[in-house]
């Protein structure tokens, strides 16, 4: 059997329990060996660029995923050219591990939205999608075509955002609920989104 890699994608400005809490549904899915974790300098689809330089949302990400082995953290968005389209990153990464069959992992919600995507059916032929599910999300209007390619795994979504870690950071709310320590430390020492 090939080597199978899932690869999620973010921004994580900052990564949080929410981001956690569904790569290890993703991993306890059996499907794939290994959850490759992108971060993105640029996501096409985000107004607002990310002010937290790439090294330090990098930082968190490698303290936060520190204790699950199964999850790496991959920087190769940085090197491609901007913005970082989902369909651009997969056909580089296949084309450098061409004995690795990779699924794209999203969260439910964002499926609904997946036939909006820029090249979606571009990406539909280049791997097959892991979706974590979000109890109450309707598919009536996802296409056939994307379903076909679903495989859905169980998960129990916490309601966490970045957006919202960045607010409560900025109005001094603690946040130590929702990241974990080494992240809160690395929010509060560097005073980000203060
Ligand atoms: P923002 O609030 O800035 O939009 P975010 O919390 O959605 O950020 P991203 O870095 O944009 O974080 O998300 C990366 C991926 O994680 C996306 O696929 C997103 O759907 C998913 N995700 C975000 N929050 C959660 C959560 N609480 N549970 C499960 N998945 C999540």
Redesign the pocket.
Known sequence: MTHRVGL??????P?????I??AQSFIDSSIIDELWVLL?PF?PH?QEKSTTSYQTRLDMLEVAFSGMEKVKINTVENSLPKPSYSIQTIRHLKKEYPDTTFFY???E??LAKFHTWKFYDKILEECELLV?Q?PGVSHDETEDDILSQTHFVS?T??????????SEAKKKTSIREEVPEEVALIIENEQLYS
Do not use: E, Q, W, Y
């Open positions: 999620f994608g973010g921004t994580f400005d990564v949080h329990n929410g981001h809490s569904i993105t996501p985000k992992c999203l969260g919600d964002s974590a979000r998960h979504p916490l309601d966490i955002s970045s957006s919202d870690i960045r």
